[in-house]
């Protein structure tokens, strides 16, 4: 069991940056795949990134791609994602997610570990 604590998130206008991070505790990550979800009022939760445990492979939502980057720092036991040119569409609250395993995951179900969420907004 990984514990996972998100932060980084704001309030930011169109265009804008954000930088969101999570710290994981009690277990390394060393071996476990990570990703970022969304979820924004009303909707399902969304996949939006996931790296593998090693940092060599990674997935992006096609809405976010080119956009947003995932990365690790497993010496550190964290994972980052770089929000670049936000939309109004980005608002939602913002997921980390970590399963054991070395391989990339895009399915909510698949994660069995979460962080409470840090919500990002995003302004016309």
């Known amino acids: 069991q990984v514990q996972l604590v998100e932060s980084g998130g704001g309030l930011v206008q169109a265009g804008g940056s954000l930088r969101l991070s999570c710290a994981a505790s009690g277990r390394t990550i060393s071996n476990y795949v990570m990703g970022w979800f969304r979820q924004a009022p009303g909707k399902e939760r969304e996949f939006v990134a996931a790296?593998?445990?090693?940092?060599?492979?990674?997935n992006y939502a096609g809405s976010v791609k080119g956009r947003f980057t995932i990365s690790r720092d497993n010496a550190k036991n964290t994972v980052s994602l770089q929000l670049n040119s936000l939309k109004p569409e980005d608002t939602a609250l913002y997921y980390c997610?970590?399963?054991?395993?070395?391989?990339?995951?895009?399915?909510?179900?698949?994660?069995?570990?979460w962080g409470q969420g840090t919500q990002v907004t995003v302004t016309s």
């Open positions: 790296i593998s445990w090693s940092g060599g492979s990674t």
């Open positions: 997610a970590a399963r054991q395993g070395r391989m990339v995951l895009t399915r909510s179900r698949e994660y069995d570990s």
